[in-house]
């Protein structure tokens, strides 16, 4: 699946909305628009969105899978995370297990 590309110790953020948060071809556009403006804003970081359906791909510090095993993938990371997803309780509950802070978009 996913690997960091730019290593484990990498600042991090994850932009994942669940398998039913982006089902619209405009909810779908606006994460990815929200994705591109945070690797813009955050160059030093890298910034990983989880856009089900999606073929994976790379373009300098922004990547997009079609999928990301949450727990795992938060649990690697040496360096700084922060997962931006939709306020449900399965991201919610494994970011708070992994101590990584949440931005919850209702």
Do not use: Q, Y
Request: one cysteine or more; glycine letters at 10%.
């Amino acid at each position: 699946p996913w690997s960091a590309h730019g290593g484990a110790e990498r600042p991090l953020v994850i932009c994942a909305f669940g398998t039913k948060g982006l089902e619209s071809a405009l909810d779908r556009a606006w994460a990815l628009a929200m994705a591109e403006d945070l690797s813009r804003r955050f160059s030093a970081c890298e910034v990983l969105l989880v856009l089900p359906g999606e073929a994976a791909r790379h373009r300098g510090n922004l990547t997009v899978v079609p999928w990301v095993p949450l727990w795992s993938t938060m649990r690697a990371r040496t360096g700084r995370t922060v997962l931006v997803a939709a306020a449900g309780v399965g991201a919610w509950r494994e970011a708070t297990a992994a101590g990584v802070p949440t931005v919850a978009i209702p």
